[in-house]
């Protein structure tokens, strides 16, 4: 199993979690989060370089999938999320040892139709 982190712009979102919909990929989350980093442009983003912010609103996107699946889980990301600009975003990959489902006790994850 693989825990996929992605960290896409506020606009993204609805498209990214929408195609991950059409995958048929169990319990998603989404997760309003602060990005700091020198990859912001603000020329290219709505963020208020005239108040002095640092940093800029991203989603981050979470969910867990099998091994066979991350792979369609990555492409579908990387296709729905990216603008061709500094600061589109970054996806995460991590094995995941376990994932049990606390109302049945049982393994959690359902494959990816």
């Known amino acids: ?3 996929v982190k992605a960290y896409v712009r ?3 979102a609805d498209e990214v979690i929408n195609a991950l919909k059409g995958l048929k990929a169990p ?3 989404a997760i309003d989060v602060k990005a700091l980093g020198d990859e912001i ?3 290219q983003l709505e963020i208020s370089a005239e108040l002095g912010s640092t940093y800029t609103t991203m989603v981050k996107i979470e ?3 099998t091994d066979a699946c991350v792979e369609r889980v990555k492409e579908t990301i990387l296709k729905h ?3 061709g600009y500094k600061g589109d975003g970054l996806i995460a990959i991590s094995p995941v040892e376990e994932a049990i489902s606390i109302r049945t006790g049982k393994d ?3 494959p990816i139709g």
């Open 10 to 12: 506020t606009f993204m």
């Open 81 to 83: 999320a990216r603008t």
């Open 63 to 65: 969910l867990i999938c």
């Open 108 to 110: 959690g994850i359902l």
């Open 27 to 29: 319990r998603i989350s």
């Open 1 to 3: 199993m693989k825990l």
């Open 41 to 43: 442009n603000p020329g």
